[in-house]
């Protein structure tokens, strides 16, 4: 009997034209910066720039990376309950890049979230492959990619849905892919907590590792 885990081969959601030796893992987590980073956008693209050559590779990664750089409102309200544990896999490329969906799906929700350090454009899309169930969330988009998208609607794998946006339309960040999995969405409609607090398990378990979405040879997670 064949694994139904067969069924999940995703296309990377940044295309083909990227092979994946041009991938390079970034650490930045709050160890690994050492506060070098103060801000969303110059410092913080210092030393992304540094990690991939001024372009020479792709920087990705950040799954349950504990960091130091949420020092928004809303990430700060409570001081034994900081939101600092990052939840989806960052994927960081000039604005106006394309995104690809990685299995056929529905458009679940979108929204402009418009506070400082939030999402900015953001898309949600449901899939169902044979006993799966699951959802995958896109921010830091450009308000172009959700002005002509409706909830419902049909995104084949592989298709270009939408495209990374500036920093003007991105909730002020260095231009990136937020790329989240979420089993359960619940009531949320376009948005869901992509950075939350460590005491906050069961929204950690609800969002398994998507980096399969992004390489081909990275094994499938097991808690899907």
């Given at each position: 009997?064949?694994?139904?885990?067969?069924?999940?081969?995703?296309?990377?959601?940044?295309?083909?034209?990227i092979?994946?030796?041009?991938?390079?893992?970034?650490?930045?987590?709050?160890?690994?910066?050492g506060?070098?980073?103060?801000?969303?956008?110059?410092?913080m693209?210092?030393?992304?720039?540094?990690?991939?050559?001024?372009?020479?590779?792709?920087?990705y990664?950040?799954?349950l990376?504990?960091?130091?750089?949420?020092?928004?409102?809303?990430?700060?309200?409570?001081?034994s309950?900081?939101?600092?544990?990052?939840?989806?896999?960052?994927i960081?490329?000039?604005?106006?890049?394309?995104?690809?969906?990685?299995?056929?799906?529905?458009?679940?929700?979108?929204?402009?979230?418009?506070?400082?350090?939030?999402?900015?454009?953001?898309?949600?899309?449901?899939?169902?492959?044979?006993?799966?169930?699951?959802?995958?969330?896109?921010?830091?988009?450009?308000?172009?990619?959700?002005?002509?998208?409706?909830?419902?609607?049909?995104?084949?794998?592989?298709?270009?849905?939408?495209?990374?946006?500036g920093k003007e339309?991105?909730?002020?960040?260095?231009?990136?892919?937020?790329?989240?999995?979420?089993?359960?969405i619940?009531?949320?409609?376009?948005?869901?907590?992509?950075?939350?607090?460590?005491?906050?398990?069961?929204?950690?378990?609800?969002?398994?590792?998507?980096?399969?979405?992004?390489?081909?040879?990275?094994e499938?997670?097991?808690?899907?």
């Amino acid at each position: 009997m064949s694994d139904p885990r067969d069924l999940l081969q995703p296309f990377p959601v940044m295309g083909t034209s990227i092979p994946p030796e041009r991938y390079r893992k970034l650490d930045l987590s709050a160890e690994a910066t050492g506060g070098f980073i103060c801000d969303p956008y110059y410092s913080m693209g210092e030393w992304i720039r540094k990690v991939d050559e001024d372009g020479r590779y792709c920087a990705y990664g950040g799954y349950l990376e504990k960091r130091g750089f949420y020092t928004a409102g809303q990430y700060v309200k409570n001081p034994s309950n900081v939101r600092n544990i990052h939840l989806g896999v960052d994927i960081w490329l000039p604005a106006g890049i394309p995104v690809y969906a990685p299995f056929d799906g529905l458009v679940h929700s979108y929204a402009f979230n418009d506070k400082p350090l939030d999402y900015g454009g953001t898309i949600i899309l449901e899939h169902r492959e044979g006993p799966f169930h699951f959802y995958s969330l896109y921010g830091h988009l450009s308000k172009a990619s959700i002005k002509n998208i409706e909830v419902g609607q049909c995104i084949t794998r592989g298709s270009e849905f939408c495209q990374l946006g500036g920093k003007e339309e991105n909730g002020g960040w260095y231009p990136h892919l937020h790329l989240q999995l979420i089993k359960d969405i619940g009531r949320f409609s376009g948005d869901y907590p992509g950075v939350v607090a460590e005491q906050n398990g069961n929204i950690i378990s609800n969002c398994p590792d998507p980096s399969f979405m992004v390489l081909p040879d990275i094994e499938l997670p097991t808690d899907l």
